[in-house]
């Protein structure tokens, strides 16, 4: 076939394969302003628990819209819901906005691990639960635990439980000097302090398993069959909670169960991080030269915290550090 002369072709002549468009899609999303308000109460398995605003009973399973992408989701976070919002058996929403977080409880693996867990988002409160006695109490989980409510806003509280087994004059006085509350319960009792301290809010407990997590939420919420644990001779627990769930409490509120933990990494946190929550000497560190640690000699000599007058508190806040950097308080 002859070839033919490019000047008597028009545009009938051009052929256009099928195929993908090449107009790029647009961006924009819909604002889905009929949203349901809700919060996550439980995740499992890519599939979200949440309980609508308006009706904390109704719970609904979501999956994560498309347009979230790889967004984080987890127990605590306030959430918009569209689709079936019933909470009927086989029905499924869609999580389409999740609201900026008031608080976030994170943690690493272990002081190496770059990757953070965030643990709960949006609680008031941690209850830093410890057992007086089997399992003995471990200070430094303590103190890391302080480290990570004062870098993600959260209220830090010590729950010291068995009381029935061991005193608690040490350990409160060990704390006395960082204002932290403590709560002291009895197997053999139920605490009147504990409810009060919950009541109305969103609290999460965190501790080593085998401390008496879930026999504390079971007294508050009598409803939620929890399972506890039986600590074995070794004085390690067995873990009872597998994955951080939201209870309602009868009175009004929320209490958070979160798996027993055997390790409280804090790569992710800097000494500035937690000096920043100390009024008292945030305006001191700035004085401090670049890259201080805040621990002072002979680690850090030139810390400008040395001229704070409150040599106790400073003390304890130097623990706390000490206790991020990995090094015997």
């Not at 107009?23 to 996550?40: F, G, I, Q, Y």
């Not at 060990?174 to 302090?193: I, Q």
Request: charged residues 25%; aromatic residues 4%.
């Amino acid at each position: 076939m002859a070839a033919r002369d490019w000047r008597r072709l028009d545009e009938s002549d051009v052929r256009v394969r099928p195929g993908r468009g090449s107009r790029p899609r647009s961006k924009r999303r819909p604002e889905h302003a009929d949203a349901t308000p809700a919060m996550v109460v439980a995740v499992d398995r890519g599939r979200w628990t949440c309980a609508v605003e308006d009706d904390p009973g109704q719970l609904v399973t979501a999956m994560r819209a498309r347009e979230l992408g790889r967004t984080p989701v987890v127990v605590g976070d306030q959430v918009g819901l569209v689709g079936d919002v019933s909470g009927k058996p086989d029905t499924l929403a869609r999580i389409v906005r999740v609201a900026e977080r008031t608080s976030v409880l994170r943690r690493t693996a272990d002081d190496t691990d770059p990757y953070e867990r965030v643990v709960v988002a949006n609680a008031e409160q941690l209850l830093i639960v410890t057992a007086l006695a089997d399992p003995p109490p471990r200070t430094g989980f303590i103190d890391r635990c302080l480290v990570a409510c004062y870098a993600g806003g959260l209220r830090p509280v010590l729950c010291l439980t068995k009381a029935d087994l061991a005193d608690p004059g040490e350990l409160l006085a060990r704390y006395a000097d960082l204002d932290v509350p403590a709560l002291v319960t009895r197997y053999d009792e139920d605490s009147a302090e504990l409810l009060d301290t919950v009541r109305n809010g969103v609290s999460a407990l965190v501790g080593h398993s085998g401390v008496g997590k879930s026999t504390l939420v079971n007294r508050l919420v009598p409803d939620a069959g929890l399972a506890t644990g039986v600590v074995s001779a070794v004085g390690k627990g067995r873990h009872t909670s597998v994955a951080a769930v939201a209870l309602p409490l009868p009175e009004g509120g929320w209490v958070i169960d979160t798996p027993g933990v055997r390790s409280f990494g804090l790569a992710h946190i800097t000494a500035d991080d937690i000096v920043a929550a100390f009024e008292e000497f945030a305006e001191a560190a700035e004085e401090c030269p670049s890259g201080c640690g805040h621990l002072g000699p002979p680690e850090d000599p030139d810390c400008a915290l040395d001229d704070v007058e409150d040599s106790r508190r400073l003390a304890s806040l130097r623990r706390l550090l000490a206790s991020r950097a990995g090094l015997a308080a």
